[in-house]
């Protein structure tokens, strides 16, 4: 049972993790950038959802039908000046780029917001739980982060394979130049890239702060994990993400269940492992490691 | 049979050099510098000498820094790893009974040793991934050490050995340490650069499919400067351990180790010598002046990085360089047509 348990509460983290790294991924598939910001991006995502909700008199449970397209928005606007200028000049420079603003974005959250802990206010339901048997809690808040998580990635899924823009977006991640001779505006297309993933970014960051408390410095760890989730799963691989989200997810309830020191270590330990073992990833082509 | 050779080389007179200028300049002002900075302790009040010792650790981490992405392309993010490293080892050899000022050596050799089996992890990862996998490895690092008891676990432990030493004799004996460490890395990094491993570097960033038709093994390559940086910055982290007794793992695993380093570099030039070391002044300036601002000085830093990365990627000391064609420290050859060319 105790085995059970740790295999249920590791796939409802999972399911976070997933939801939070499916931006990373779908950065670095299509733009091939790698946001080091992209934590960081989340945990502004749900500062922004705890100083609008009150102001405009919407409950915190809801927080993401306003947080979300602000962020799709903003991802179109970043893209298309910052990073789209660092990809001008080589994928060196937007690394620089995006670990600057994460430190910038960290420090400013710091000075504006304290290092105290914040959560977005969704009332009586984050006690709630779920009770199937005797040892097993499981939190209805967590059941619904895994479940969006699910959705994302199958809507992800279907955009891409189905509509025009999707099908736009795969040409350009497969052959940017074909692409762009075929006529595509490929800088456009990247820019409705990083709105999806600034989209679902916005949707991890307020998730995280349902779940749990978070602090300026909350971005990096969770980076870390979707990083973790990125490989386990395998690079360029959607459902490999959610995968990988589980498996890390219940790697780390493992390394908790031994002692509550070693959950991350066993978390970095099980990317270490599938690294030096297939480091293509669960779901990955070993052409997409390059 | 034809004795013609089949290319005739042009009879230009062409000039190499090495130095803008008289290289006697650079040894006189180095040497010069050199007596200074050994004398300054004696000189300057203490407190001085503490802000000199944790500029030159920023700037023994950003040399290392720059000879990991800026001569080798290696961006990476968990520094902090060999910062904390280097630290632990000096506490641990210290623990044992050795001297801590002895220990920094066998700090930088340990921080090297562990670097070798790291890079064949590392190393299956390119750009940004390899990136964030360094910082895994700093994180995993760190939670590690924190479990140790030993070592102080996670809530630190102060370092043995410097008991029967005054603060002010401390504080002065680790500025020399310091400055002596950072007076090795960037003289050894000089002499690095210009001799053949220096070629070899300089044909892998311009052009890596070429380097490797023309031979260069660019996997060893990558290999040796990921590990000299290690021990650089291993001994980084042994000076830090002794100019600040009281080691716990979050202030030596401190990701903002790497976030100084990536923004010195940027700032004063990647890609050449000079430029973390005005990186580091120009960061040291700031910080002084703005230390009453909480962590402003980190975010305008950034900022000036992130926008000199965008707009001047060669960096404050790159600019200058092009624009009065002068170095300090050459490592490159200029080639100059001579007086009666052709």
Partial sequence: MIWLNIVIQGALVGGFYALFACGLSLMFGVLKVINLAHGDMAVVAGYVAVFLSPRLHIPGLWSFLVVVPIFALLGYVVQRTL????????????????????????????????????????????????????????????????????????????????????????????DQEAAQLSGANYRHVFGIAAAIAFATVALAGIAYGMMTQFAPTSGGVNLLFAFEVVVIGGIGSLWGTLVGGIALGIAQQFGAHINLSYQILAGNVLFLAVLAVRPQGLFGRRSSLA | ?????????????????????????????????????????????????????????????????????????????????????????????????????????????????????????????????????????????????????????????????????????????????????????????????????????????????????????????????????AAGCGAAGAVLAISQPFIQPSNEFNLQWAAEMLFVSMIGGLGTIEGPIIGSIIFFVLQQSLQQQGAWYLIIVGALAVAIALWQPRGLWGAFRDRFHTELLPVGHWVEPGESGL
């Fill in chain 1, 83 to 174: 990073i789209q200028k660092s990809i001008d000049r080589d994928p060196f420079t937007t690394l620089l780029v995006t670990f600057g603003l994460s430190v910038v974005i960290e420090n400013l959250l710091l000075e504006m917001y304290s290092a105290n802990g914040q959560s977005i206010n969704i009332g009586s339901l984050i006690g709630e739980s779920w009770h199937p048997a005797s040892i097993i809690y499981i939190s209805y808040v967590s059941l619904a982060v895994l479940a969006a998580a699910v959705l994302v990635l199958l809507a992800l899924q279907l955009f891409l394979s189905k509509s025009g823009i999707g099908r736009l977006i795969r040409a350009v991640a497969d």
């Fill in chain 2, 1 to 229: 049979m034809s004795t013609e050779p089949l290319f005739v080389a042009p009879r230009a007179r062409v000039k190499v050099r090495r130095s803008t200028h008289s290289p006697l300049f650079t040894i006189i002002g180095a040497l010069v510098l050199v007596c200074l900075l050994t004398v300054a302790p004696w000189i300057v009040p203490a407190q001085f000498a503490t802000t000199l010792t944790n500029f030159f650790i920023l700037v023994i981490m950003a040399t290392m820094w720059n000879l990991l992405a800026g001569y080798a392309g290696m961006v990476s993010i968990g520094q902090q790893a060999f910062v904390g490293l280097g630290a632990y080892a000096t506490l641990y050899l210290a623990i044992k009974g050795m001297n801590p000022f002895v220990a920094i050596p066998f700090a930088a050799l340990v921080c090297a040793a562990l670097a070798v089996p790291i890079t064949y992890l590392l190393f299956r990862l390119r750009g940004g991934y390899f990136s964030i996998a360094t910082w895994v490895v700093s994180d995993t690092a760190l939670l590690i050490i924190g479990t140790i008891a030993v070592l102080g676990g996670g809530t630190g432990r102060t370092m043995p050995g410097l008991q029967n030493l005054s603060p002010a004799e401390t504080a002065h004996f680790s500025y020399l340490a310091t400055w002596f460490v950072a007076l090795i890395v960037v003289t050894g990094t000089y002499v690095l650069l210009r001799s053949r491993t220096g070629l070899v570097l300089a044909s892998i960033r311009d052009n890596e499919v070429a380097a490797r038709s023309a031979g260069v093994n660019v996997r060893a390559a990558r290999r040796s400067i990921f590990v000299i940086a």
